[in-house]
């Protein structure tokens, strides 16, 4: 009873389960082979897959967040606009600039830009 009668909580709920799947969603798309089903039957190897993908996932995230961040300073500087609003409406989930299928070349010695919590609200 409280779920139907108190709106913040439904709002509340929702949001999560919108996160939740929003999550779900990114990591089968990381999970891309065989249909991201596990074919092993030992649970370590399960479990090994699962945190593997994780792993990725976040890796991917935080590449995500980097860049974003990037941008969001960038156009700071051009003297857009950056408020809470904005922020609160963007997500890491980002998938299409990913190249599951390319050769990708690492660069070990290529350091990349501290994350500085410089973006002040106005």
């Known amino acids: 009873m409280d779920y139907l009668s108190d709106e ?3 709002r509340m709920i929702r949001t999560a389960t919108i996160k939740s799947e929003e999550w779900n969603q990114f990591i089968d798309w990381i999970a891309f082979g065989a249909k991201g089903i596990i074919k092993e039957n030992i649970r370590e190897e399960q479990m090994k897959a699962i945190k593997y993908n994780h ?3 976040n890796l991917i995230i935080f590449h995500n967040v980097a860049a974003m961040t990037n941008v969001l300073r960038d ?3 051009e003297g857009y606009t ?3 609003d904005i922020i609160s409406r963007l997500a890491p989930y980002r ?3 990913i190249n599951r299928f390319g050769k990708y070349r ?3 010695d ?3 830009q501290p994350l500085v919590n410089d ?3 106005n």
């Open 82 to 84: 950056i408020n809470e």
């Open 110 to 112: 290529k350091r990349p």
């Open 8 to 10: 913040n909580l439904r």
């Open 119 to 121: 973006i002040n609200f």
């Open 106 to 108: 690492l660069k070990f």
């Open 95 to 97: 998938t299409e600039h």
């Open 55 to 57: 792993l990725v996932g």
């Open 75 to 77: 156009l700071k500087s």
